[in-house]
Antibody, heavy 119, light 108 residues
């Protein structure tokens, strides 16, 4: 079984950069796809991007393309989500999620990282 | 993008009730639908994948059905811990996939 441990809550100002992490325990991320899900306050779930196992190809939902960067450091079994210039509208809860087969749903989830962007 | 439309957006029910939540896809997606439960302040939890397959450890009172564009999640006898928000997700296209807007299930 895989456990995903995310970094802690962040409070940032608009225009600042941020990188949050998701460390995997119990299996190697080269065997799993891993993705990031945004949940804005009081709203539903949105897939932002996914990293495929093996070659770590990344795919972004068009609305997030150019807004964030996702990456994986396989040497420390950790995935990242980063912003170069935060906006107030980036405020929300961000979850990493993973599975062996992407079509069969995400059966492993991190606990979430709350990002608050406010001046 | 394939759109997933859930109905109702919210419902109230009693413990012991049978409840059905519907999800409609904007195009045919075979059986590539997954269902999640999310409780307040918690990460989502996968309940059903492939439209009908129960994830390991999920109680058998949860079931899924459907093919093509119309899918349902049924809870046969509501328990107190089932009051949560439920999301469908299509996994037909290449990811990232899309979720429905969610159905909030509340105690009556």
């Amino acid at each position: 079984e895989v456990q995903l441990m995310q970094s802690g809550a962040e409070v940032k100002k608009p225009g600042e950069s941020l990188k949050i992490s998701c460390e995997a325990f119990g299996d190697n991320l080269t065997n799993h796809w891993i993705g990031w899900v945004r949940q804005m306050p009081g709203k539903g779930l949105e897939w932002m991007a996914i990293v495929f196992p093996g070659d770590f190809e990344t795919r972004y939902r068009p609305s997030f393309e150019g807004q964030v960067i996702v990456s994986v450091d396989k040497s420390i079994n950790t995935a990242y989500l980063q912003w170069s210039s935060l906006k107030a509208s980036d405020t929300g809860m961000y979850y990493c999620a993973s599975s062996v087969s992407s079509r069969d749903g995400a059966d492993y989830w991190g606990q979430g990282t709350l990002v608050t962007v406010s001046s | 993008d394939i759109q997933m439309t859930q109905s109702p957006s919210s419902l109230s029910a009693f413990v012991g009730d049978r409840v059905t939540i519907t999800c409609r896809a904007s195009q045919s997606i075979s059986t590539y639908v997954n269902w999640y439960q999310q409780k307040p302040g918690k990460a989502p939890n996968l309940l059903i994948y492939g439209a009908t397959t129960l994830q390991s450890g999920v109680p058998s009172r949860f079931s899924g059905s459907g093919y093509g564009t119309d899918f349902t999640l049924t809870i046969s006898s509501l328990q107190p811990g089932d009051f949560a928000t439920y999301y469908c997700e299509q996994s037909y296209n290449r990811p990232p996939y899309t979720f429905g807007q969610g159905t909030r299930l509340e105690i009556k």
